[in-house]
């Protein structure tokens, strides 16, 4: 095991070959915003197992570090950890005490816990919600709860268009037993966003005792090709689906700890309130049991 530090011309196939697979073909990244100018006057670093390469990561000269990538095959080793360190080691011995980056919703927790810290911006960037998280290296990470289920008491309120797909990530990531969603606006692009299904799919398949409860404020025609349909279609029986006309906010539960509801202008989210998560709860369930099933949803069996 080791990793080396290459320039672009020195490890130009090996990088390309490991961020090919793992952005553009499992992630679906378009290529042409994988491969920018950037590239050439980056620091790579470039991990080995044995002979083969398996994991890479570029470090701008503003101290940004991207591109974190590891082979599936080599996943939950310690690769991405460990790359990480290389590039922190990297600013230390250049006189550099900041190092920052911009990740992936989904990647939220495995930087927390490297001791990355999240920042304000929150944005799209190939259609996947994105935060930037940073980390100075001269003093110990400080302690923070924050954006964490169960934990995060503080009220969050933001007008950033990616806010309500990075929290909603970061919620359905963490749940274990249930996810209830109130959905007044189907097109809100939350649930129109692959990111965003491919997180509630991991959920309602990583225990048989998960359970969606999805509640639409009204029928339309098509409904059954919405992405949240879609998934129900392929999954169990625990998602199940209903339509209620007293329903008119976008809201979701997270299990009885956390709550978020979002429009086009703002969302707002609490990852700990378990009092207001147990009203919006009875609330919902009131609504569900009254709620009719949709007319496409019956010729889906759902």
Known sequence: MEINIVDWSEGKTALTNIRQKVFIEEQNVPAELEWDVEDSGAIHFLAKEGNRPVACARLLKDGKLGRVSVLKDYRHHGWGSRLLRAAEEFQKEHRRNRIYLDAQASSYLFYFENGYRPEEEMFWDANIPHIRMSKLLNRSS???????????DKMHESEQP???AVWFQLAAGAAHREINIRLADEAHPLFNNAACISTLSQFIRSSNQ?????????????ISEHPLLQL??????????????QNTINHITFDLKGFMEFD???????????????KHRENFTDMWEEGRLAQEARRLNI
């Open 232 to 245: 129900q279609q392929r999954v169990s029986s625990r998602f199940k689906v209903k339509v209620s006309d």
């Open 264 to 278: 086009y202008r703002k969302s707002r989210a609490c990852f700990n309130n378990r009092l207001s998560v147990s």
């Open 210 to 222: 998960s359970q969606i409860r999805l509640l639409l404020s009204r029928e339309i025609p098509g």
């Open 162 to 164: 990616a806010a309500a």
């Open 142 to 152: 400080s302690a923070s709860l924050q954006y964490l289920l169960g934990k995060d």
